[in-house]
């Protein structure tokens, strides 16, 4: 048996899209004077994969809690980056 990564490019890309959404929301919460906090942003994004399905040589990858855990991986990620960048603002 072989793990072949470069099956999972799409997967990640498509990672990365949601993180990309995680983070756009924590600005447009900001701006609309809410203060984001990580539970807002993993919902959100769990919401956005909520139709995503991805497969691996016709396998499904997700399950309900296996997509809950990544949307809050990739919501806290996306919070703990925003957070950064603000804090680098405000020094």
Sequence with gaps: MK???SALIPLVARLGKFLRGGFDQYVQLKSS???PT???ISMFVEM???DW???LRGSNLM????RSAC???VGGVAYNI???QRKGEAA
């Design 3 to 5: 793990f072949d990564a």
């Design 33 to 35: 004077g809410i203060e």
């Design 38 to 40: 990580p539970e807002m």
């Design 48 to 50: 956005k994969m909520a």
């Design 53 to 55: 399905n991805p497969k």
């Design 63 to 66: 399950d309900d809690e296996t």
């Design 71 to 73: 949307a809050r991986f």
């Design 82 to 84: 925003a957070m950064a």
